[in-house]
């Protein structure tokens, strides 16, 4: 598949999360306006060194970014009146990817490969799973004591990599450890570091 690449320092986009953007750069304006006409994803990539220049080749993979990121599709939530946009980035998936396409357009196109993920919790991590989800709907009841914003993040928490990439968005908080969370491709192994995460966190 085509990815369209959105660097991002220090930021982990998780499959099967929602997330609220800014956009501003004109040729990231152009990326979202391209991706939305065509259909396309947008990866958004782990960048280390957020204050250095991204240069890439054409046939090359990227060296600025982490390989491994999530993808979504774009909403168009708001135009503002200085031209930037407030998008929902809808995340579908997760992918590998590789060399940078000559598109002719400026921004990034990647050659990316989709990474399939075990989704299924065996009988050994639910009771875990279901504590993990307590601590998260817990953490939400507190840190948006309004209502209708929680209803509406909670409508988006219906299976559990929805919860389990919302709860390493807002509580873990060392980015590189919300990459390697990314990259791992079983669900049951997520819970293991979560919930060892979470037992930490409680001491």
Request: with cysteine.
């Amino acid at each position: 598949m085509e990815l369209f690449v959105f660097p991002l320092g220090h930021f982990v986009f998780y499959p099967y999360t929602s997330k609220p953007l800014v956009i501003y750069e004109p040729r990231y304006l152009q990326m979202v306006k391209d991706a939305i006409e065509m259909g396309a994803s947008i990866g958004v990539g782990y960048v280390d060194e957020p204050d250095q220049t991204y240069q890439y080749q054409f046939g090359k993979a990227l060296t600025f970014i982490r390989p491994i990121v999530g993808y979504g599709h774009a909403v168009i939530h708001e135009q503002k009146m200085d031209g930037s946009l407030l998008i929902l980035l809808q995340g579908v998936g997760k992918a590998k990817v590789g060399k940078v396409l000559d598109k002719g357009v400026p921004y990034i196109v990647c050659e990316a490969e989709l990474i399939p993920e075990n989704n299924q919790i065996d009988g050994a991590h639910l009771t875990a799973y279901l504590t993990l989800q307590k601590i998260l709907f817990q953490w939400l009841a507190h840190h948006f004591p309004d209502s209708q914003q929680r209803e509406m993040l909670m409508k988006n928490l219906r299976t559990a990599h929805e919860v389990l990439g919302t709860y390493s968005s807002y509580l873990v908080a060392d980015r590189d450890m919300q990459q390697m969370i990314l990259e791992i491709n079983d669900i049951n192994e997520k819970i293991d570091i979560l919930s060892g995460i979470a037992t930490s966190s409680a001491r």
